[in-house]
C-alpha cells in the first residue's frame, strides 16, 4: 500500500510538473521535481516500481535540464543587463567630466588682421612731403567693383606736393578722379591723357582737419571689423557651453570681452597718436 501512494505521487508531481513546464513555468517545473521522492538500492520498494520511477525520472530529465538553463539564463541577462546600466553610468560620467572646448585664436587673428590693416591706413595719411599711401587705398568704383587705387595705377611722387596715378586703363581716369575728388581730403585731381595728378595744397588748418576725419574713418572701419570677430566668437562660446553649466560659459565670455576690449584700446591708441601727429602742423 505505501509503495502504491508512493507511486500515485510521483505520477502526481511528474504530471504537475510537465503541465508546469509547458506552460513556460521551468522555475515551477523544477522546484516540482525537486519533491519527487528518492529510492536508493536499499530501498524496500519493488523493482517494478523503482524501474517505473526511474523512467519517469529519465522523462522529466529534459525538463529539469531546462529549468536550470532557464534559471542561469535570467541570471546571466540580468547581470548583463546590469552591466550594461554600468556602462552607461560610466559613459555618462565621461561625457559629463568632458571640458567644453572653444579656441579664441581665429577669433584673435581676426582682431589684429583689422589693427593691422588699420596701421597699414594710418601709415598713408601724413603732413608735408607728398605720399602715395595718401590716396593709394582710396577705394574707386571700377566696372562694378570696388578697387583701391594703387589697383587702378601706380602712384608715384612727383615732387612734394604732387601725386601722379599712371593708370593701367586709361578708361579708368574718370572713376579715380571722382573717388579721389570725392575722399574725406577734398583733393583736386585732374585727369591727363594716361596719368592722373593730384596737386597736394599746402598745409592749412582746413586740411589737417580733413585728414583728422579721414583717420576717424579709418578708426571707424577697424572697430567695426573687431565687433564682427567679437561677435563670431561669442557665437562659438554659445555653441561649445551649450551643455555646460552657467558659470562656466559666462566666465569664458568675460575672458574673450577683455580680449575685445584689449583691441578696441589699441584702436584707440593708434588714433589719438595719429591725431596728436597731424595737429603738430595746425599753424
Known amino acids: 500500500m505505501a509503495t502504491t501512494t508512493r507511486l500515485l505521487q510521483v505520477r502526481s508531481l511528474l504530471a504537475l510538473a510537465r503541465a508546469a513546464e509547458v506552460r513556460g513555468c521551468c522555475a515551477a517545473a523544477q522546484v516540482l521535481t525537486s519533491s519527487l521522492p528518492c529510492w ?5 520498494a519493488s523493482s517494478s516500481v523503482q524501474q517505473v520511477h526511474q523512467q519517469d525520472l ?3 530529465s529534459p525538463f529539469q535540464g531546462f529549468a536550470a538553463h532557464y534559471a542561469k539564463g535570467k541570471g546571466s541577462k540580468k547581470g548583463g543587463k546590469h552591466k550594461a546600466v554600468e556602462e552607461s553610468e560610466d559613459e ?12 579664441p585664436v581665429p577669433y584673435q587673428r581676426l582682431m589684429e588682421q583689422a589693427i593691422e590693416h588699420l596701421q597699414h591706413e594710418l601709415a598713408g595719411v601724413r603732413t608735408g612731403r607728398a605720399q602715395p599711401g595718401l590716396i593709394e587705398n582710396i577705394l574707386v568704383d571700377a566696372h ?10 601706380t602712384v608715384t611722387v612727383r615732387n612734394p606736393q604732387l601725386l601722379a596715378v599712371s593708370l593701367y586703363d586709361a578708361e579708368l581716369g574718370g572713376a579715380v578722379v571722382k573717388a579721389i575728388r570725392n575722399s574725406p581730403l577734398s583733393l583736386n585731381p585732374a585727369h591727363e591723357g594716361n596719368e592722373v595728378l593730384v596737386q597736394l595744397p599746402r598745409q592749412t588748418k582746413d586740411n589737417i582737419e580733413k585728414m583728422i576725419k579721414l583717420v576717424a574713418v579709418e578708426a571707424e572701419g577697424a572697430h567695426q571689423s573687431i565687433r564682427r570677430a567679437r561677435q563670431k566668437g561669442m557665437d562659438a562660446i554659445k555653441k561649445a557651453f551649450k551643455a555646460a553649466s552657467a558659470d562656466d560659459k559666462k566666465r569664458t565670455e568675460k575672458e574673450f570681452q577683455k580680449l575685445h576690449d584689449q583691441f578696441v584700446a589699441d584702436i584707440e591708441r593708434l588714433i589719438k597718436l595719429k591725431d596728436a601727429e597731424l595737429r603738430e602742423h595746425v599753424h
Open 92 to 103: 555618462d560620467a565621461a561625457a559629463e567630466a568632458e571640458e567644453p572646448e572653444f579656441d
Open 144 to 153: 562694378g567693383e570696388h578697387m583701391p587705387v594703387k589697383a587702378c595705377g
Open 40 to 44: 536508493n538500492a536499499g530501498s524496500h
Open 58 to 60: 529519465l522523462l522529466l
